[in-house]
């Protein structure tokens, strides 16, 4: 079933090759169609996300079968059904975590990768709100098992994902450390909630850690920097203490760790990638989300934070504003729909 006002054609960005933000190009090309178990969303926004610029720098390419067309997740209006959907319908304001294709006018997402949008939420910002909620709750809460009364520490709290990890964190009651390059990005992870944040250019965070913890470590680490913080993320951690890697922007092989504390102290290292996830668990996630945490979406307990947004043509400034890393928060592309 489809509306019956949907175009043939649509404006989507491609990467011509790999390289720098100059890749970035917009073309017409056909709206895709929903297979069974899918909806096509007509895009009101697309959030731009870090895994976007490594794609098309070349160094995370779509999984098999995926289209080269950027872009994670979208909010919009569902304007047709493929078959056998019977969880949503025409009209309805979702947001999507999809595998590509998200920097266009219209994108396909399987249903049961939709959520609907939160009532405190406008379907622009919740444009950004799929990939760092699945990534932070899969990785924290689900595989990082943080509960009430522990301490969680987040790298990159001024990143999309750091704002998402700290508000999650707080929701489920734990105190909350974050790391970020300045002191107004120090500032906006406390106004987030954090109860402490370290300018990591200023203070050795390992230094800070102990000295805010009494010396315990804290319970569960979400880094996104990889090998050149791994000794100190190691002395970091509490006994049983759960280290959870997304990414690796500071390398990926360590020469002459120590991993005695992983003995010591019981440690579990841990980590994942969302994308290449199948179907069924992006599902799960997705419910646990609608359980867990949607309903502070739509009371306002929870907010995504928008720092920019560009119209689908400008995907190359938003690109640069992202790889300037001067942004607090989320930046989206808005089609004008
Ligand atoms: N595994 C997964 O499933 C998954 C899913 C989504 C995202 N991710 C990853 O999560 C990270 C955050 O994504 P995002 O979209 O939220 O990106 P983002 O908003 O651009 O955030 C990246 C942040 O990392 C910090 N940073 C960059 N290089 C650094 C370095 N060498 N050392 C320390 N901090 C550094 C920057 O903050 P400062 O200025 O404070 O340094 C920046 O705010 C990315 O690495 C992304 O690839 C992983």
């Not at 999984?63 to 009209?91: F, K, M, N």
């Not at 704002?163 to 990005?185: D, H, M, N, R, W």
């Not at 000295?211 to 804290?218: A, E, N, P, S």
């Amino acid at each position: 079933m489809a509306s019956p006002t949907l175009p043939e054609t649509m404006r989507r960005i491609r990467y011509d090759g790999t390289g720098g933000p100059d890749v970035i190009a917009v073309e017409t090309a056909p709206v895709p169609r929903p297979s069974a178990g899918q909806v096509l969303i007509e895009v009101v926004a697309a959030g731009v996300n870090r895994p976007d610029v490594a794609q098309r720098a070349g160094s995370y390419p779509p999984p098999p079968g995926a289209t080269e067309i950027p872009g994670l997740e979208v909010a919009g209006r569902v304007v047709a059904l493929g078959d056998g959907v019977e969880t949503l319908s025409l009209g309805d304001e979702v947001c999507a975590l999809v595998i590509s294709g998200g920097y266009a006018e219209y994108a396909v997402a399987e249903a049961e990768h939709c959520l609907p949008r939160p009532g405190a939420i406008s379907l622009v910002d919740a444009g950004g709100l799929p990939e760092t909620f699945f990534t932070v709750y899969s990785n924290v809460i689900q595989r990082g098992r943080l509960g009430s009364g522990e301490s969680f520490l987040v790298h990159g709290g001024s990143s999309g994902i750091g704002a998402t990890a700290i508000q999650i964190a707080k929701l489920f009651g734990a105190t909350v450390y974050a790391t970020a390059g300045s002191a107004e990005k120090c500032q906006f992870c406390e106004m987030l909630g954090a109860d402490a944040a370290i300018n990591y250019k200023t203070a050795d965070f390992a230094e800070e850690i102990q000295r805010l913890t009494d010396k315990r470590g804290v319970d569960v680490i979400l880094d996104m920097i990889g090998a050149s913080y791994l000794p100190r993320n190691l002395k970091s951690l509490a006994p049983d203490g759960r280290l959870v890697m997304i990414a690796l922007m500071g390398g990926y092989k360590v020469d002459g760790l120590n991993i005695t504390p992983i003995m010591r102290n019981r440690l579990t290292f841990t980590g994942s990638t969302l994308r290449p996830r199948p179907k069924a668990d992006k599902a799960a996630i997705a419910s646990g989300l609608r359980r867990d945490v949607w309903p502070h979406l739509d009371s306002g307990r929870i907010r995504t934070v928008t720092h920019a947004t560009f119209p689908l043509e400008q995907a190359r400034q938003a690109h640069e504003l992202m790889e300037s890393s001067v942004h607090l928060g989320k930046i989206l592309l808005i089609t004008g729909r």
